[in-house]
């Protein structure tokens, strides 16, 4: 089983950027593909980006594609994602999940991928 710890979130202005980290542990992380997802209130869970194991991959959601960067430090099992220019409604809680099972999942991946969660971080960006 893989353990995940969010960290980076917190209160920015429109225009502004933050960087969220996501800590792993309990398997070995080059192995495996991680990805972000977000939750707004009142809206269901969205897929934002996911990166492949090796990092050479990468996947965004339309809205944040040019804003929104994920990379990977195999080296120190963290996964980061760099958001820059944010909006209003990037506001939401970010959580970063594991894809055990797959070295790759060829885009955003689906809610059955992932089989590892963290406990997620609230970003909240004001107008």
């Known amino acids: 089983q893989v353990q995940l710890v969010e960290s980076g979130g917190g209160l920015v202005q429109a225009g502004g950027s933050l960087r969220l980290s996501c800590a792993a542990s309990g398997r070995t992380f080059g192995n495996y593909a991680v990805g972000w997802a977000r939750q707004a209130p009142g809206k269901e869970r969205e897929f934002v980006t996911s990166?492949?194991?090796?990092?050479?991959?990468?996947y965004y959601l339309d809205s944040v594609k040019g804003r929104f960067t994920i990379s990977r430090d195999n080296a120190k099992n963290t996964v980061y994602l760099q958001m820059t220019n944010l909006k209003p409604e990037d506001t939401a809680v970010y959580y970063c999940?594991?894809?055990?099972?797959?070295?790759?999942?060829?885009?955003?991946?689906?809610?059955?991928?992932?089989?590892?969660w963290g406990q997620g971080t609230q970003v909240s960006v004001s107008s």
């Open positions: 990166i492949s194991a090796s990092g050479g991959r990468t």
């Open positions: 999940a594991a894809a055990t099972y797959y070295s790759d999942l060829s885009g955003l991946g689906l809610p059955g991928q992932y089989n590892s």
